[in-house]
């Protein structure tokens, strides 16, 4: 079984330079931990998913102009983190665990390494 993962969860991009935290609103009242719950919609760059220092990958734009690497301001096109726990369910939706990954536009693979609690467990 994995981790459910909240608010504060630390998440890492495969090309990003420094770890991030994970932002998750109490919009669907359910706390883990005393922390507002995930789900695997909560994918949105700079509301869920925050900036991981410097981009190193040769496929973002700004990091081929410049030749250096710049900001690392995720670009998150896929509808939901995968696979998530889809037996459990929050507001209707399946509730993110450890184990899921996203993918950024630039290739960076994005890894939950820290789900903000350890206690509550989801399959």
Do not use: E, H, R, Y
């Amino acid at each position: 079984m994995g981790m459910c993962v909240c608010n504060g969860a630390t998440l890492q991009c495969s090309f990003g330079a420094a770890p991030s935290t994970m932002v998750v609103l109490p919009t669907n009242k359910v706390l883990t931990c005393n922390q507002p719950a995930a789900t695997i919609m909560d994918n949105k760059p700079t509301v869920n998913i925050m900036p991981f220092g410097m981009c190193n990958s040769p496929n973002n734009p700004q990091v081929a102009a410049a030749n250096s690497p710049q900001p690392c301001m995720p670009v998150i096109s896929m509808p939901q983190w995968g696979p998530g726990a889809p037996t459990v369910l929050i507001g209707n939706t399946a509730a993110l665990n450890d184990s899921s990954q996203i993918q950024c536009n630039w290739s960076g693979l994005i890894q939950i390494t820290a789900p903000g609690q350890f206690k509550t467990q989801v399959p």
